[in-house]
């Protein structure tokens, strides 16, 4: 969403060439950036495995097309018991 916004502002400001809407667009980047390390750090302190969806999610672009992980549910993965009882 804070993308969405920005861009929409460097749309005005190519649009109507202003100082004033530059400025904006620099205040806003600026704010949006605070403002997503002050999200993380309040959703770290909630949920603590945040920090894996972190490491798995890019913060501001997604990643090119094809370059996703695959990756198995938790509730499909087996449990620790599961997996031994398989082994045995």
Known sequence: MYLGEAVVWLGWALFYG?????????????????????????????FGDYRAYLAEVVRWLPHPPGRWR???????????????????
């Open 18 to 46: 202003s100082l004033a809407v530059w400025a904006g667009l620099a205040i806003m980047c600026a704010a949006f950036a605070g403002i997503a390390r002050w999200e993380e750090r309040r959703l770290l302190e909630r």
């Open 70 to 88: 695959t990756r198995v549910p938790a509730s499909a993965a087996p449990s620790p018991k599961q997996a031994d009882r398989a082994g045995n």
